[in-house]
């Protein structure tokens, strides 16, 4: 059977479309389960402390029982919280998007996780102008990121994650940086292919190994009319930086498909500490 090139470029983009949703649908299993896991260790928190409160009858035991109940309790509200903002945020249609405040509801779901890998998270966030983004695809792109920053540091480190406004260029910045493994020059290049991956397979947290995450961030930041770089060492870490166009006016441009570009530096070595 004959194809033209037309028939073949759209069958193209069908394919990448579904790779797309299995990315999206890999990362919201991913979530899902962070999530359980996450309000299953605040119920046994509470449990335990009503247990302790039961048991020992004496005023300070029972203060301390209920000021660790009243912290769990707190902590599963803003779980829930985050939860239902992924929930509001469900339209897949552009909005003015508050970057940071994406960026505390994904850490509100990772933060036990970061502390269990011993990975201490730094924020350098500016009070930066709204993007016009589709809020839940920046917070998938996001996640990516994170987990892959994460599983870069096997024994632990520092993950900054930054924001910044080029007012000149008029876009909003989103760094994401750890101090891991880095990735050497030969690999950086195939990092965003699609199935391009190093792991071999889910670690124990259920995450990563498909090779389809960057490759998704790619896409996504690529319809949103960003862009998105890579910085690495080998050894020492890497910084992955998203630019996405701030809303300044009134009536935001809407996204170009060809202002787009993604950035790999050929000389990785002078890439890394420059921002
Ligand atoms: N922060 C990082 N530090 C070091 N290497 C990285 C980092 N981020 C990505 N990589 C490399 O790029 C590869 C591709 O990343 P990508 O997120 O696309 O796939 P993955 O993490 O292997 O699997 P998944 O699709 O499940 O996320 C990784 O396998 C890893 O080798
Ligand atoms: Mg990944």
Do not use: W
């Amino acid at each position: 059977m004959q194809h033209s090139v037309e028939q073949l470029e759209q069958q193209i983009q069908v394919l990448e479309n579904r790779l797309l949703d299995a990315q999206k649908s890999a990362s919201l299993g991913e979530l899902v389960g962070t999530t359980t896991h996450e309000f299953n260790n605040v119920l046994m928190t509470i449990i335990n402390y009503a247990k302790m409160g039961v048991r020992h009858k004496d005023e300070a035991t029972r203060d301390k029982a209920f000021a660790k109940i009243m912290a769990a309790g707190e902590r599963a509200a803003k779980i829930t919280n985050s939860v239902l903002g992924m929930a509001r945020n469900r339209n897949e249609e552009f909005d003015k998007v508050n970057l940071e405040n994406i960026i505390h509801e994904t850490m509100v779901l990772l933060e036990r996780e970061m502390q269990k890998y011993q990975i201490s998270v730094e924020y350098d966030l500016a009070g930066v102008p709204a993007v016009r983004a589709i809020g839940n695809q920046i917070q998938q792109v996001l996640l990516n990121l994170l987990i892959n920053a994460r599983q870069a540091m096997q024994s632990g480190g520092r993950l900054i994650i930054r924001t910044k406004f080029d007012r000149q260029s008029g876009m909003v910045d989103l760094v994401v940086r750890d101090y891991g493994s880095g990735i050497e020059p030969d690999k950086l290049r195939k990092i965003f292919d699609a199935y391009y991956s190093t792991k071999s397979g889910p670690d124990e947290s259920g995450k990563g190994g498909t090779g389809l995450g960057l490759h998704a961030c790619h896409k996504i930041i690529q319809s949103h009319g960003g862009k998105i770089r890579v910085d690495s060492t080998p050894g020492k870490g890497t910084a992955f930086t998203i630019k996405l166009p701030a809303v300044t006016t009134a009536e935001p441009p809407l996204p170009q498909m060809d202002a787009t570009h993604m950035t790999i530096p050929q000389n990785t070595q002078n890439g890394f500490g420059a921002s």
